[in-house]
């Protein structure tokens, strides 16, 4: 068994269970989401996330809802565990590429997060490209934060234990969020970017392999996502171009080997650190991107989000401790 490095070293080939998720895709004919329309690769994403996510994990309580944004509600479900409140919250962002997946796309590492941190996990329904592009998203997100913190009484929330995540464009999404909560509130105890995008100007490594996620999904979903190409260089789109990373939460950065945003997430928390915010980086060798959100599949998706929530459970303690 393969297992995380903290500091990225020497390459090794796919991990055997990510050689038999390709084996079993090529074996069914999977095509690749970048060659159907919007819809048919909407409905494929979620049907493979759910197909790879393994069994439905019980929580406490699980409710949908919605919450004021800066073009209409915004739809959020929240994940509560059991225990008196007010609770640490963590805000969660689906991957899709900003433009597949809904509150639906998370469902499974929402409630695992939730009962082992343990932590209210909120996601939430940003709206999606092309209809909607940069940054709506972005600023979907930072409004539906920013309403959990300003009425903490509605969700039975702490508004001094909150936190992002997110995975992929979730990730990236996450770090955004984070300069504007720095810059303009509400405080965050944490953030957790699983192989986020951090730079949406430069070609993705990688090769072409239409049975992974390859550097065609990065530009096919980058299309979508910036209807102006000037756009990519502006730090909400690409926070790895933020001209001061200081002041930014404490962060735990996921990245996995054979996946093109894999240089991208690395750099970003090497920049993170350079900037004096505390930040845990770990590379699982041999994964490819969207394991994290398949732990049926992948049991190094089992082991990264329990790592996750022990970082976050840190971080929740010591800021209650700080605050205490």
């Known amino acids: 068994m393969s297992e995380p ?6 390459g090794m080939g796919l991990h055997p269970e990510a050689e038999a998720y390709r084996a079993a895709r090529a074996a069914a004919g999977t095509p690749p989401l970048y060659t159907q329309t919007l819809a048919e690769a909407r409905a494929a994403d979620l049907a493979a996330i759910q197909a790879g996510a393994g069994a439905v994990e019980p929580v406490h309580e699980v409710r949908d809802g919605y919450v004021p944004g800066p073009d209409g509600d915004i739809p959020v479900r929240v994940y509560r565990p059991a225990g008196a409140g007010p609770l640490p ?18 469902d ?10 343990p932590c209210q996990v909120v996601t939430v329904g940003y709206r999606l490209a092309p209809e909607h592009p940069f940054p709506a998203a972005v600023h979907d997100c930072h409004a539906a934060l920013r309403h959990v913190a300003a009425h903490p009484a509605e969700f ?10 997110g995975d992929s464009a979730g990730g990236n999404l996450a770090a955004a969020v984070t300069l504007l909560a720095r810059d303009g509130g509400p405080r965050l105890a944490a953030q957790v970017l699983v192989y ?12 072409e392999d239409p ?10 979903y980058r299309s979508h996502y910036l209807a102006d190409p000037v756009d ?20 735990f950065v996921i990245t996995a080997e054979h996946d093109p945003l894999c240089a991208e997430g690395e750099r970003y928390a090497d920049r993170l650190r350079a900037a ?4 845990v980086l770990t590379r699982y060798p041999g994964m490819v991107h969207g394991f994290f959100a398949m732990p049926g599949t992948f049991d190094a998706g089992r082991r990264a989000q329990a790592a996750a929530a022990t970082f976050l459970g840190t971080r929740f303690d010591r800021t209650a401790a700080d605050d205490g």
């Open 196 to 207: 986020p995008n951090t730079d949406q100007t430069i070609e993705p490594p990688g090769g």
């Open 156 to 165: 039975d929330a702490d508004p001094e234990r909150l936190a992002v995540g």
């Open 276 to 279: 004096g915010v505390p930040t």
């Open 232 to 251: 990519a260089r502006h730090p909400l789109a690409s926070p790895l171009l933020a001209d001061d990373l200081a002041g930014l939460p404490p962060a």
């Open 108 to 117: 499974g590492i929402c409630r695992r997060l939730a009962n082992a941190v």
């Open 211 to 220: 049975l992974l996620f390859n550097r065609r999904s990065v530009t096919w």
């Open 5 to 10: 490095t903290n500091r990225p070293g020497g």
């Open 89 to 106: 919250t963590l805000l969660y962002f689906f991957g899709g590429g900003w433009t597949l997946g809904s509150i639906d796309t998370a």
